[in-house]
């Protein structure tokens, strides 16, 4: 089975700091569990776009594609030792919900993510051309699988 679209909605996010670790190349998200990287995080103040999850974002920045892990918060936010941040403008976000299951990969990679480009464009929404793309790992709708084995990853692609 292909990973599906079974909502869609538009989200705003006000000026932000991304806190969390920046990579070039592969992220390795058991480093996070390994080390508690996510309890530190969940000490600060939250913005409500977090959605009681954790998050993987993308970015191509000065022509080099970012893969950040880490959680938006409050502009200003100071920045817990040995962690990166990145300011963000205000952005408004197409939140698309995928369906699927994420032992396959269905629901990550160029495939699903040129899914959701041909939707936007259906809807006549322009993407906001390499700012972030974000996989939203919500707390229960991706960390509990259905009868069927699979869950629901919020894909956030900023838009103008």
Same mark, same amino acid.
């Given at each position: 089975?292909?990973?599906?679209? %079974?909502?869609?909605?538009?989200? !705003? ?5 991304? /806190?969390?670790?920046?990579?070039? @190349?592969?992220?390795? #998200?058991?480093?996070? #569990? ?9 000490? $600060? ?6 959605? !009681?999850? *954790? ?8 022509? %080099? $594609?970012? *893969?950040? /892990? @880490? ?10 030792? @040995? ?6 403008? &205000?952005?408004? *976000?197409?939140? *698309? ?7 396959? @990969? ?13 939707? $936007? ?10 700012? #972030?793309? /974000?996989?939203?790992?919500?707390? &229960? ?8 084995? !699979? ?5 956030? /692609?900023?838009?103008?």
């Amino acid at each position: 089975m292909a990973a599906k679209i %079974v909502d869609f909605r538009l989200e !705003n996010c006000p000026k932000a700091r991304f /806190i969390g670790k920046r990579y070039v @190349g592969s992220p390795n #998200w058991g480093e996070w #569990w390994e080390n508690g990287w996510f309890d530190v995080l969940e000490q $600060l103040p939250q913005l409500p776009i977090n959605d !009681n999850a *954790y998050l993987g974002a993308l970015r191509v920045a000065d022509g %080099v $594609l970012e *893969y950040w /892990i @880490g959680m938006f918060f409050e502009a200003d936010t100071p920045v817990p030792d @040995g962690f990166d941040f990145a300011d963000t403008d &205000p952005m408004s *976000y197409a939140v *698309y919900f995928l369906y699927g299951s994420e032992q396959s @990969g269905e629901l990550f990679g160029l495939e699903r993510h040129n899914m959701c480009l041909e939707d $936007l464009k259906a809807r006549g929404i322009t993407r906001f051309e390499d700012n #972030w793309c /974000i996989e939203r790992c919500n707390c &229960p709708r991706f960390t509990t699988p259905d009868e069927h084995g !699979n869950v629901v990853l919020d894909y956030l /692609i900023s838009v103008e």
